[in-house]
């Protein structure tokens, strides 16, 4: 198999292939500003093992190495934005898995060269809690979790929304069907690709009279390292 592929059985089941590294990085190009910023989110519907994901946090750490190299403190929290600034979606869970693991450990690298001994592993632990709910098994078509056989389940897909205020992270959950409707106009029909209950979470742009995303839950500011005691 090349590395575009795992297996014949893999494609025939899920039409499966990857994307080559070489057109990774010329997609990439096209949004070059936006993929160096290290706060700018993304957010890949079918993440596969990470190749697109892998590219941008590169980058995105590349930007952070770039400005604090010099200032561990702010190296290591800018750092810990850039992973939690990246979000995907992947139908097979062991693809996700593996997404994680690679993301991790190319953050690990970065992170590790850079403040070498003052690098510590609670916020590696931190990161890896970011990573676990930020890279999600669904069907990026229904919106919806799947379960092992890749089947929809009843929970809808949510991704935490993480803000750095300082030394704490802020984080907000919403669900991904709702942040796809905003923008909508409020007087037109639900699209048929949504689930009961979105407009709950949605309120009206008093200014613009446009469609905003309510969060369904949110937690209280900690400190970056300790994100993981919200869960």
Not at 81 to 91: P, Q, R
Not at 205 to 225: C, F, K, Q, S
Request: net charge neutral; hydrophobic share 35%.
């Amino acid at each position: 198999m090349s590395p575009q592929t795992k297996s014949k059985q893999r494609i025939r089941d899920h039409g499966e292939v990857f994307t080559a590294e070489r057109e990774v990085k010329a997609m990439c190009d096209l949004v070059k500003d936006e993929c160096d910023r290290i706060d700018s989110r993304f957010l890949e519907p079918a993440c596969g093992n990470g190749n697109f994901l892998a590219e941008i946090l590169s980058r995105k750490l590349a930007t952070v190495k770039k400005l604090y190299k010099s200032n561990h403190y702010d190296y290591e929290r800018y750092a810990v934005l850039a992973a939690a600034s990246i979000y995907g979606v992947e139908l097979l869970a062991d693809n996700a898995e593996e997404c994680r693991k690679r993301l991790f450990a190319l953050w690990d690298k970065e992170y590790t060269a850079v403040c070498k001994k003052e690098a510590n592993d609670e916020t590696r632990e931190a990161v890896r809690y970011i990573l676990s709910k930020n890279i999600l098994c669904g069907n990026a078509l229904t919106l919806m979790c799947v379960d092992e056989n890749q089947k929809d389940t009843d929970k809808p897909i949510v991704f935490p929304e993480w803000s750095l205020l300082g030394t704490k992270l802020k984080r907000r959950d919403f669900r991904l069907d709702v942040m796809l409707k905003v923008g909508d106009d409020p007087k037109t029909g639900q699209p048929s690709m949504f689930k009961d209950g979105v407009d709950d979470y949605l309120s009206v742009n008093p200014v613009t009279g446009e469609l905003m995303a309510d969060p369904i839950r949110e937690y209280p500011p900690v400190h970056y390292r300790k994100v993981a005691e919200n869960g």
